[in-house]
């Protein structure tokens, strides 16, 4: 699958809980100041300025497969001591020279391939390089899953919420060293005027896509008539590990 277009804006406005995840995920990775930064998944770049605040003298490559997602990066962060690139994280990527770091949050889980995602960070990754990343992992948004179920509906493969076991072997196989993984519930509560648009274009937006803007809209209805709260049942899976 490519990667989709998304509804940059909408995100923006409701993306809160992956901008809180990922100041934790920033604050994992130990930067001297002027390292060169994969960003992979930059989105809006509300994370990516949070790292540019560590980089005080380094470089980001703000990478992401939405052009809507970059062109808003862009419009936040500027050009100084930044690259964009809309590319597809399941394609080797059009990164030069490797960077000392890749920093990933809420992206890894579109993924469908992690195998080849790995292969792909690593190949643009210096010897020695860190990863920090999160993204939903084992058990993610299962109430979610069960509204749809209860629709006669599924993810059909769109996600792929990984473990730590198989997460770790990937990671292994692909050249990485000093591999931590762990999963972390993160049950995330939202306004009641939010939740809708926020599974249309988040939790559902791959679901949603290609249906008329009232099709989406009673389809994320009858998915949140369903949920036992206003809220998201997040599992988050976060990694760290080193390039060999």
């Not at 130990?30 to 380094?58: F, I, N, Q």
């Not at 190949?123 to 020695?128: E, L, Q, T």
């Not at 249906?211 to 976060?238: C, G, K, Q």
């Amino acid at each position: 699958m490519s990667p989709r277009d998304w509804d940059a804006a909408t995100y923006d406005r409701l993306a809160a809980p992956m901008t809180r995840w990922g100041r934790t995920v920033v604050d994992r990775l130990t930067l001297r100041g002027s390292e060169r930064v994969l960003d992979a998944g930059c989105g809006t770049g509300k994370v990516t300025a949070m790292l540019r605040e560590r980089l005080p003298d380094g470089e980001i490559v703000a990478l992401d497969g939405s052009e809507s997602m970059i062109a808003l990066a862009r419009d936040r962060l500027g050009a100084e001591r930044m690259e964009y690139l809309v590319a597809d994280l399941q394609q080797p990527l059009p990164v030069a020279p490797p960077v000392d770091a890749v920093l990933s949050t809420a992206t890894f889980h579109w993924i469908p391939d992690h195998d080849g995602l790995f292969l792909n960070l690593a190949a643009v990754m210096r010897r020695g390089a860190q990863l920090a990343a999160q993204c939903g992992g084992r058990g993610n948004i299962a109430s979610v899953e069960a509204a749809l179920r209860d629709m006669g509906e599924s993810f059909e493969g769109r996600k792929y919420f990984a473990g730590p076991e198989d997460t770790r072997r990937r990671l292994q196989s692909a050249g990485f060293t000093d591999i931590e993984v762990w999963l972390q519930d993160e049950p995330t509560s939202l306004d009641r005027e939010d939740l809708e648009p926020y599974l249309a274009t988040v939790a559902l937006g791959d679901h949603v896509e290609g249906m008329t803007e009232r099709e989406r809209a009673a389809f994320a209805h009858e998915v949140a008539i369903r949920l036992p709260a206003s809220a998201i049942d997040y599992v988050r899976l976060n990694i760290t590990a080193r390039r060999r």
